[in-house]
């Protein structure tokens, strides 16, 4: 961060905060997490951001849903039927490659 920079952030800063700072770069350690530790969390509704936003990281991103099934086969290999249009097939080839002639679909690549 650029010197102009810190000092635009830490305009208004509490002494405490600014001794933290002075203190954190002699020690060559994070500015920002001691100065969220120390000032920040003296503001109630920026505090509760970002406990929130870590509780958010902690957790990963979002579980990928299972994609939909749009087809329905055979359990002997008879025949495979298209969820999307209601077409039954009984061809061979149309059930291996799960491939409804009517949608024009591959059901799975």
């Not at 002494?15 to 530790?37: G, H, K, S, Y």
């Not at 509760?48 to 990928?64: H, K, L």
Request: net charge neutral.
């Amino acid at each position: 961060m650029l010197a102009a920079e810190l000092k635009t952030l830490l305009a208004g800063a509490s002494p405490e905060a600014l001794r933290l700072v002075r203190a954190a770069r002699e020690r060559d350690v994070t500015i920002l997490q001691e100065f969220i530790n120390t000032s920040v969390s003296k503001v109630p509704h920026v505090d509760a951001m970002y406990r929130m936003q870590t509780e958010i990281f902690q957790m990963g991103p979002p579980p990928v849903p299972e994609p939909a099934k749009t087809y329905e086969l055979d359990p002997r290999g008879g025949w495979i039927k298209c969820l999307k249009c209601g077409r039954t097939s009984h061809h061979p080839e149309d059930v291996s490659e799960k491939y409804c002639v009517s949608c024009h679909h591959f059901h799975e690549p």
